[in-house]
């Protein structure tokens, strides 16, 4: 029993020390840190929601539109690069065509001219022109130059019809070989 007394009676434990300033202060900063921790934490975290993560994803869909469009744009070069060819294609198509309506034209003058009517030949020698004048707008220099002399040649055997035929008929045979060269030049350039 007598350590059970002993036990009773023994002194209370003193009372804890009051916490001094500095570690009240350290208390406070940390808790303050720490919910400045989190605000930042949610501040970060609400950027990489609502600015970065969006921003992810426009990247991608513009980098997938890109992909497409690099694709699309393959496929398209061997077409455009077959356009500029029939392009040319059509250029010289149409050289020869004018040259042909001309040379079509001062064969009929031809014609009129070796049955001695050189009255019904003027009005094709004159439509002859017309073709010739675009042909000579259309076509590169040194070609518009040699349809320039014909379109020349032209005009002296339309002045010719009615007074000398004979030179008429010289004139429309060298405008009409001239013609058939130029269209052979346009038909071998295919």
Known sequence: MTQDISAETSLPAPPPKPASRLTLWLRRSMVWAAGAL???ALGALGNWWFQVRP???QVQQLTAQLEAANQELEVLRPKAADADRLQALFD???LRLLTLQALV???EARA???LGEGSRGRLPALLADA???RLQTLADPAVAETVG???ERLAMAIDEID???FAAQGDFEILANGLNQLASEFSSAE
């Open 131 to 133: 073709p010739l004048a």
């Open 149 to 151: 002399a014909l379109r």
């Open 55 to 57: 921003q992810v994803a």
């Open 38 to 40: 989190v605000v930042f």
């Open 112 to 114: 009129a001219l070796a």
């Open 105 to 107: 034209r001062v064969n």
């Open 163 to 165: 007074g000398n035929a």
């Open 92 to 94: 010289k198509a149409e």
